[in-house]
């Protein structure tokens, strides 16, 4: 194999996806983060965890931020938001959390690579990523020389953290707050 080819074929894959978003949807879920309440935070798996990165993100921006399915989160209510990532938007849990959520009127964001998915018809909001959909996903532009969902995973992170930058922006906010809220019990 080679590697140097490899990661030109990844790099040049993610920068697809990321290059790739919706100026509207990103703008739309800066909205929604920042006239939240609360933010809930939820996907099953290896998406999970990069939600759980983004949660601890916008947590040092001084947003309160829940992960779904930790022991001290609470209730989800009126004026809260649940972001929930799912690559092809038929995972049952994610489904069934954005069922709770708008039963309580919490507002929906679906972070997805297939926006006809049942999870996504659902939300209020819907980020698309350019992304393989499902296992073995054929379609050329959603292809990934990376095995299983690694490329929508990754995605869901970097757009994350493009999101977190433009709220850091938009909000002028100082470097040294998000310092302030770091974890000092490490």
């Given at each position: 194999m080679d590697g140097l080819k490899y990661r030109k074929e990844l790099l040049d894959e993610l920068g697809k996806t990321l290059m790739g978003v919706d100026e509207a949807e990103i703008e739309q879920a800066v909205q929604e983060i920042v006239n939240a309440g609360r933010i809930f935070f939820a996907g099953a798996g290896r998406a999970g965890l990069m939600m759980r990165a983004i949660a601890m993100r916008l947590m040092h921006l001084g947003y309160t931020c829940y992960v779904v399915g930790d022991v001290t989160t609470p209730s989800i209510q009126r004026g809260d938001l649940l972001i929930a990532a799912s690559g092809k938007a038929e995972t049952k849990t994610s489904s069934y959390y954005v069922d709770v959520a708008k039963s309580t009127g919490a507002k929906t964001l679906v972070i997805t690579a297939n926006p006809d998915g049942t999870v996504?018809?659902?939300?209020?909001?819907?980020?698309?990523?350019i992304a393989p959909r499902f296992r073995g996903d054929s379609d050329p532009v959603r292809h990934s020389v990376q095995p299983?969902?690694?490329?929508?995973?990754?995605?869901?992170?970097?757009v994350g953290d493009y999101i977190v930058k433009l709220i850091k922006e938009k909000s002028n906010l100082d470097v040294h707050v998000m310092?302030?809220?770091h974890a000092t019990l490490e």
């Open positions: 996504a018809k659902k939300a209020d909001n819907v980020l698309v990523l299983m969902g690694n490329r929508f995973e990754q995605s869901v992170l970097l310092y302030e809220n």
